[in-house]
């Protein structure tokens, strides 16, 4: 069947139906909501808060000011919530795939691109929320960004919610049993949130070590952390959002290509992770 002859409609209810599909899936696990939120909450109220006295950032971009190491961290912990958020829901492909379900959602006659796009936009529509609300909490915590950042961080959350979404999706084509997923995650989550921006400015880690400054500045996670904390004061670093695009577009299109069974790695293989 020609998809092309398919019209708009059609497009319009597959992509909704995924949608819906992964919205009921967040809304019965309730558990996942707040898990995501305390991990950042922790890190904030304790581990920040117990270094505000003893670290914090100097004048430099985008800040305007000396800022308190919360402030700092801020935008790093939301990127936590998105990088989180898109292994949980590589984490459900995994199990989809288990239970015949992603079989099922593969053989449709639209085109692969776009099922597994939209089940990546709709996994970042949910993570939007989890990060919105990590914001709202942390303001009445008295970590206060200009009010218009609240609309121009929306592009950013969004742009690197989709990247480290498809890192998610790529690394999920090549695992095939749900158990071996978890140590996974903890091998990719773990090296690149610590080795990145989100704890500590770039010029820190150069005085540490040059090495460990190169794998930071290397680091996609660093990009969207800090493509995240530029937008929330109203500007853009075009590195990170080159970095972030790119990151973007490899990712996704390795991930198009593992899950088609006449041409990825995993269904060549007759064993797997």
């Not at 009921?24 to 581990?47: D, E, K, M, S, T």
């Not at 960004?145 to 929306?154: A, D, M, N, Q």
């Not at 959002?241 to 991930?255: D, I, K, Q, S, T």
Request: aromatic residues 16%; glycine residues 8%.
């Amino acid at each position: 069947m020609n998809v092309r002859r398919f019209p708009a409609r059609a497009w319009a209810t597959a992509f909704l139906g995924i949608t819906k599909r992964e919205t009921l899936r967040f809304i019965n696990q309730r558990g996942r909501f707040l898990a995501a939120l305390v991990r950042p909450l922790v890190w904030l109220f304790i581990f920040a808060a117990g270094f505000r006295a003893v670290l914090g950032l100097s004048i430099t971009p985008p800040y305007q000011t000396y800022v308190l190491y919360e402030v700092y961290v801020t935008p790093g912990l939301v990127g936590m919530i998105q990088l989180f958020n898109g292994m949980q829901s590589s984490l459900s492909m995994v199990y989809d795939r288990e239970t015949g379900a992603m079989r099922t959602l593969l053989v449709s006659p639209f085109p692969r691109w776009f099922l597994l796009g939209s089940k990546l936009v709709a996994g970042v529509l949910v993570s939007l929320l989890q990060a919105y609300a990590f914001l709202a909490i942390a303001w009445l915590w008295g970590i206060h960004v200009p009010l218009w950042g609240y609309v121009t961080v929306l592009p950013a959350l969004f742009l690197s919610g989709l990247m480290l979404g498809a890192m998610g999706l790529f690394l999920s084509s090549g695992i095939r049993q749900l158990e071996n997923f978890a140590g996974v995650m903890n091998f990719v989550i773990f090296p690149m949130f610590f080795a990145s921006t989100a704890l500590y400015p770039l010029w820190r880690m150069k005085e540490a070590s040059v090495l460990l400054y190169r794998i930071c500045a290397l680091n996609p996670f660093s990009h969207a952390v800090e493509l995240i904390r530029f937008a929330l004061y109203g500007q853009v670093n075009f590195l990170s959002l080159a970095v972030v695009l790119g990151c973007l577009a490899a990712f996704f299109l390795g991930a198009v290509w593992m899950y088609d069974p006449s041409k990825g790695l995993w269904a060549r293989r007759k064993g797997g992770i």
